[in-house]
């Protein structure tokens, strides 16, 4: 059984930063791509980004570009997800994404799924 569990998450203040990470087991990690998606309260889900199961490919949505980094560490089974000049708008539950394709992972049909953590970014 695939598993993802995300970590990291919490209150910073507006400019602060956090990274998150999130470990996957029961499933070769170096064959999956990963991704990052986020929901605020009475918003839909949102794509943040992605990358590839190499590491030699990220996507990111317009809204983070320069300000969030995505890695990943084969080796450790994780993906990091560092998130920099934190705005209250980054404020949601973010949510790890995993699956063989790419394209599967980016439009947010990924076969697997994390619980969420929790990112608050106050005034």
């Known amino acids: 059984q695939v598993q993802l569990v995300e970590s990291g998450g919490g209150l910073v203040q507006t400019g602060g930063s956090l990274r998150l990470s999130c470990v996957v087991s029961g499933r070769t990690f170096s064959g999956l791509a990963m991704g990052w998606f986020r929901q605020a309260p009475g918003k839909e889900r949102e794509f943040v980004t992605s990358?590839?199961?190499?590491?030699?490919?990220?996507t990111y949505a317009d809204s983070v570009k320069g300000r969030f980094t995505v890695s990943r560490d084969n080796a450790k089974n994780t993906v990091y997800l560092q998130m920099n000049s934190l705005k209250p708008e980054d404020t949601a539950v973010y949510y790890c994404?995993?699956?063989?394709?790419?394209?599967?992972?980016?439009?947010?049909?990924?076969?697997?799924w994390g619980q969420g953590t929790q990112v608050t970014v106050s005034l």
């Open positions: 990358i590839t199961y190499t590491g030699g490919s990220t």
């Open positions: 994404t995993a699956d063989t394709l790419s394209r599967t992972v980016v439009r947010g049909l990924a076969s697997y």
